[in-house]
């Protein structure tokens, strides 16, 4: 089955990773700035992952037939440093001209504090005054709840925001509801072995519907599968659900989503269909 991974960090995983993602039916991927692992301490090292992230990542996974997009952003852990937070905000106006460049993200919150607000709110306001679709990142564990509700608070207090171009990731059983009831769309990001399980994932379709709804793999350099979305599809199809249900999740629902840019598309790179 085609499908369309939202949440992909392809910097950290191998050419293989995009052969193997073909090869079971990936057409797009969009992938997140975010944390290398370590505070970077200067905004040149943002220039260096920007021009990765719109120049090799494209390129690599367009020998597979796989379309590659990015959003923007300096991560919310790297937040605490304002001096940075500007320099690397005002670093990223140029590259949202690039054509892979579809929007702000991930932003939000990663122990909601006073810095981490100002820059998540200097990123809404980048993300508005050029028109970007965003991309949240939630808390994990016992800040989850905490930190979705400080996202939406945040999100609405900016009244240019339709919420309609925002996608919430990382959502959970409780926090999913809140998300979608607010009109945003909603992000399941799938892990093989901590924070969200297939079966969980599985669970919160049945329970919530699939409105405004995707799922994703993460694939970042901590314990998590490219493949995570065909392991979705397969876990639905177990579980008794239709291919047309499925589909929806994971091709037409981010396809909506992502299409609200006008730079997206799911036109194969090798085949041009
Ligand atoms: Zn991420």
Known sequence: MDYVDTHCHMVSRTTDDYEQMALTG????????????????SADVFKDYFNH???????????????HFAWLCLNPKEGEDAG????????????????NVIGIGEIGFNRVTRKERD????????????????????????????????????????????PARVLIDHAEEHTLEMILDNGFWGGITLYPKT???????????ERF???????????????????????????????GHADAEIRRVVYENPVSFLGQCPKFSVENTLTGG
């Open 26 to 41: 990936c057409v797009a991927v969009t992938e997140p700035a975010f944390w290398a692992g370590y505070d970077r301490v």
């Open 195 to 205: 924070k969200m399980s297939l079966g969980r994932a599985v669970d919160m379709v």
């Open 119 to 162: 820059s998540f709110e200097k990123h809404i306001a980048l993300a508005m005054e050029h028109d970007q679709l965003i991309l949240i990142h939630t808390p994990h564990l016992e800040d989850k709840y905490k930190g979705t509700r400080h996202t939406v608070e945040t999100l609405q207090a900016d009244s240019r925001v339709n």
């Open 84 to 99: 940075l937070t500007q320099e690397v905000i005002d670093l990223i106006p140029p590259y949202l001209d690039a054509p």
């Open 53 to 67: 992230l719109t120049d090799f990542e494209p390129k690599r996974a367009a020998q597979f037939g796989i379309r």
């Open 209 to 239: 519907g699939c409105d405004r709804l995707c799922v994703n793999s993460a694939c970042d350099w901590g314990p998590s599968t490219s493949l995570a979305v065909p392991h979705f599809i397969m876990e639905m199809r177990r579980r």
